[in-house]
């Protein structure tokens, strides 16, 4: 009998999973997990935020049934999701132009969006992802049936944005290609355009006729304001630009392993709306049938409850400001130790990630001697970082960097 998959070839183990493994075989009681993209707080444990408890005490009382949901999920957490996003004043709303799904979390609002695209975009056509992305984007796209390419973004010379670079690559891309943006708090680097930047990049897109793919896995969690986080997706619409928008309610919420998320359309008209929404629910069926029910009905509890809406926001603020303390706490130490080069860009980068500019060699010895885990391109994880563990965390950052 032959063997169906004796061609199979081993794949790689996953970058992210595979640090995890490592650094929980590590015996040793210095470890400091550096790579995981989960909020941690000062004793390194999962924090549930109070409000979720509290939503979930109403959902308890009310004894819910566990019936299937729509196609489309939630739709008192999709409507809402769609307003967190696009401001509830949005002239989109006005047109009936916004079309909402339930996802499996930001990593299945990508895969619905990218499987709907390659149903209705050219074969052709190019997606833009840049250099560096989340590791799952190009897995995503690809799987999809799209060819993929880099723009330049970040400047290793500048530690910052390379928006000469960006602008230029996004001008030679070919027209009408899909250009992945993040919508804040940039995955790995923590470098976002300013407002104005956003502008300029508004420019060129609009100009090349390219479709903006936003990816919002962390609005509010970046800079403690949901509206701030916004910005760059209610501009695009602002400015006319039809555009897909990926949501995730992991960080934010904290709803890691619910799995919540949200692929938004926003179309020209209303008729394109309704012919989108049908089409995005066929592929959807396809892919999970029916989205679950537990995440969203927390999400939903929070975002169409007054009070706790307001007190989400202060699990917000807290959340981002120990990031931002994290993130002057291990300057001023690599300061204080005299530690060669400039460190400004752990303070001037937003977001749970910073991008270090420890070259991979020194990612290996810090690993290897310090036993500090994080991605072979230095991005680091802020929320990893404790009252207890950033005092080693900077010395062997200062080791690595004079030694290696």
């Not at 680097?189 to 956003?198: L, N, Y």
Request: glycine share 8%; net charge neutral; aromatic share 10%.
């Amino acid at each position: 009998m032959a063997q169906v998959f004796s061609n199979v070839p081993l794949a790689p183990p996953d970058a992210i999973l595979n640090l995890s493994t490592l650094y929980k075989a590590d015996e040793s009681t210095q470890k400091v997990d550096l790579g995981v993209g989960a909020y941690r707080d000062n004793e390194g444990k999962p924090w549930v935020l109070p409000v979720v408890r509290k939503a979930e005490e109403i959902i308890f009382q009310n004894r819910p049934e566990h019936e299937y949901l729509p196609i489309g999920g939630l739709a008192s957490f999709t409507s809402s999701a769609a307003t967190l996003l696009l401001g509830k004043d949005n002239v989109a709303f006005k047109e009936n132009r916004v079309v909402s799904f339930q996802t499996i979390s930001g990593t299945g609002a990508n895969y619905l969006g990218a499987r709907f695209l390659a149903k209705f975009k050219p074969q052709d056509t190019l997606v833009l992802l840049s250099q560096p992305t989340w590791a799952n984007h190009q897995n995503i796209f690809n799987t999809a049936g799209f060819t993929t390419q880099n723009y330049r973004y970040y400047d290793p010379s500048t530690l910052g944005l390379d928006l000469q670079g960006m602008l230029q690559s996004l001008g030679d891309a070919p027209n009408g290609s899909i250009v992945v943006l993040h919508a804040c708090a940039h995955n790995p680097t923590g470098v976002d355009p300013t407002q104005d930047q956003w502008q300029q990049i508004a420019d060129v897109m609009q100009a090349k006729g390219h479709f903006p793919f936003f990816d919002c896995a962390y609005q509010g969690f970046a800079s403690g304001d949901l509206d701030r986080d916004a910005f760059a997706i209610r501009y695009f619409v602002q400015r006319g630009f039809e555009c897909s928008v990926a949501q995730s309610f992991a960080k934010n919420l904290g709803l890691y392993g619910e799995r919540v998320g949200c692929y938004h359309v926003i179309t020209k008209t209303e008729q394109s709306a309704n012919h989108v929404r049908s089409q995005v629910a066929r592929t959807s069926r396809a892919i999970i049938s029916n989205p679950p029910l537990y995440g969203a009905r927390v999400a939903s509890t929070v975002l169409n409850t007054p009070e706790l809406m307001a007190e989400w926001r202060d699990n917000l603020k807290f959340m981002a400001g120990r990031i931002i303390t994290m993130r002057d706490e291990l300057r001023q130490r690599l300061v204080q130790l005299g530690t060669p080069g400039n460190w400004d860009h752990i303070v001037n980068q937003i977001g749970m990630f910073s991008f270090t500019g420890l070259s991979p060699t020194q990612v290996e010895a810090i690993k290897t001697k310090h036993h500090i885990y994080m991605t072979s391109n230095g991005r680091i994880s802020m929320a990893g970082l404790s009252t207890h563990n950033i005092d080693h965390v900077a010395r062997a950052i200062d080791d690595v960097v004079r030694n290696h």
